[in-house]
């Protein structure tokens, strides 16, 4: 089991990263996006709108752990390498 260790957002709010120690006391980061489900849904569509926006915003659940790391630092120096957002952001 994974214990999140530092969480860095998009800033847009859409997409995340989470540095993360594993059980091994390793560390990992892994990407995670909100839920958009709910503008996806069609007028026409049989599933309750209300039923249905309550999953949109939520995060989904996070991809596996990309590469195994010896420190937090490390893990977030290779995210930031890796996640173009996060490039972006941080450069």
Same mark, same amino acid.
Request: charged fraction near 30%.
């Given at each position: ?31 995670? %996006? ?9 007028? +026409? #569509? /049989?599933?309750? !709108? *209300? ?7 939520? %995060? ?9 790391? +010896? #420190? /937090?630092?490390? !893990? *977030? ?7 173009? %957002? ?6």
């Amino acid at each position: 089991m994974n214990s999140d260790v530092k969480i860095l957002e998009s800033s847009d709010g859409l997409e995340r990263v989470i540095i993360a120690e594993r059980s091994d006391g390793n560390y990992t980061y892994r990407r995670q %996006w909100r839920s958009r489900a709910g503008a996806i849904l069609h007028p +026409d #569509s /049989p599933i309750s !709108a *209300e039923a249905f926006s309550l999953r949109a915003g939520e %995060w989904d659940a996070p991809e596996p752990d990309c590469g195994i790391y +010896d #420190s /937090p630092d490390t !893990a *977030e120096m290779e995210a930031r390498q890796c996640v173009p %957002w996060l490039r972006k952001q941080f450069h």
